[in-house]
């Protein structure tokens, strides 16, 4: 069987806060399994070591985001 995270473990592993992974979950972002006995108990999520490696290579592999260049104001000619 291969190995599972809880969303605390991932979010420590991430260095994010757990709502945060809960929001990558229900967005699709990162995978995860939903391990709770019946549909109407609260989700009890667990990520795959497979799934968090994809999620990790897919977030290097993005560009930096580099801040938009200024746009400076035309010079105004003074007036003598």
Known sequence: MPQTFLVSEV???LRLSENRIITLIRT???EAV???M??????R???????LDNF????SSLPAKSAAPRQH???VPEYV
């Open 11 to 13: 979010a420590e592993i």
């Open 28 to 30: 699709g972002q990162l």
């Open 34 to 36: 939903d391990v709770s």
């Open 38 to 43: 019946r549909r109407a108990e609260r989700p």
């Open 45 to 51: 999520w667990r990520v795959t070591q497979q799934a």
């Open 56 to 59: 990790q290579a897919a977030r």
């Open 73 to 75: 104001r035309e010079k």
